[in-house]
């Protein structure tokens, strides 16, 4: 990543430090969590993590582990990939950061499954709470890689025909796209609107041993990612009004930047 600033500017140092002191309270919160394991007869486990009613400790946790993540995804949406596209308007910055917190979604899922298999075929201690939780993660990390794609215009695209019309047949058609867009959109709002917010509104369960707010908590995420799909896809049509016509070939496809990172990575392990 490059180290320029994005859009921070003179924020980027007290975001950075922000993230930091999180993420460092939120280890030691954890740590201590751990301890209390062992040496406390009233020690705060998985279970009680998702039901934090009356245990400050655990809201604490929560809390600052929340923070942690926020100032991350703002810390790292500061930076441009080499193989990003560039922002083109104000709403870019709400995906931007989303994404950041979906790519860091990914490691988390990889740690808990890491856990699960130590835990189940090393100490023979398999948990009641990795699989639900992996899926927790994964549905919003789908969920929030769905608007980082709409973002980089990195959706699905014909263009055998597009690339025929003239320009303003071209832009008729963004416009038929992202009008379908927001027709999906309002129907799956106006269908999912009041099932949503009963669920959310008693934090519906899983139904498991762990019984982690999974209905809860997922179906209004649905419906509130799906609104910002549309309002992006209505971003990058008016940034992309007035861009001039854009002609593509399989060799677009090609990007450089990758292959010589797959090089340079296959060539440190031939060393």
Request: hydrophobic content about 50%.
């Amino acid at each position: 990543m490059q180290q320029d600033s994005v859009w921070l500017g003179s924020l980027r140092a007290p975001v950075r430090a922000a993230m930091i002191g999180f993420a460092g309270l939120t280890i030691a919160l954890w740590a201590i969590l751990v301890v209390n394991q062992f040496i406390s007869s009233e020690a705060i486990g998985m279970h009680e993590m998702i039901r934090p009613k009356g245990k400050p400790m655990v809201i604490l946790t929560l809390a600052s582990f929340a923070l942690a993540l926020f100032f991350a995804s703002l810390y790292l949406s500061d930076d441009k990939g080499a193989i990003e596209q560039d922002r083109t308007g104000p709403f870019d910055i709400l995906s931007l950061v989303c994404s950041r917190l979906a790519m860091m979604s990914i490691a988390f899922i990889v740690i808990v499954m890491f856990y699960e298999v130590v835990s189940r075929y090393v100490f023979n201690q398999p948990t009641m709470w990795a699989n639900e939780m992996s899926l927790w993660i994964a549905s919003f990390l789908f969920l929030l890689a769905g608007l980082y794609a709409m973002q980089q215009r990195s959706h699905i695209r014909i263009y055998v025909i597009y690339d025929m019309m003239p320009r303003w047949m071209q832009k008729a058609a963004d416009c038929v796209s992202v009008l379908l867009i927001w027709v999906f959109t309002f129907c799956l709002v106006w269908g999912g609107y009041n099932d949503a917010m009963r669920r959310m509104l008693r934090m519906e369960t899983f139904g498991t041993a762990w019984d982690p707010p999974l209905p809860g908590t997922v179906k209004p995420a649905i419906l509130i990612i799906i609104v910002l799909v549309a309002i992006q896809a209505l971003s990058n049509l008016i940034a992309d009004w007035n861009r001039a016509p854009e002609h593509h070939n399989p060799a677009d496809e090609i990007d450089e930047t990758e292959i010589e990172n797959i090089r340079r990575t296959l060539e440190g392990d031939n060393k």
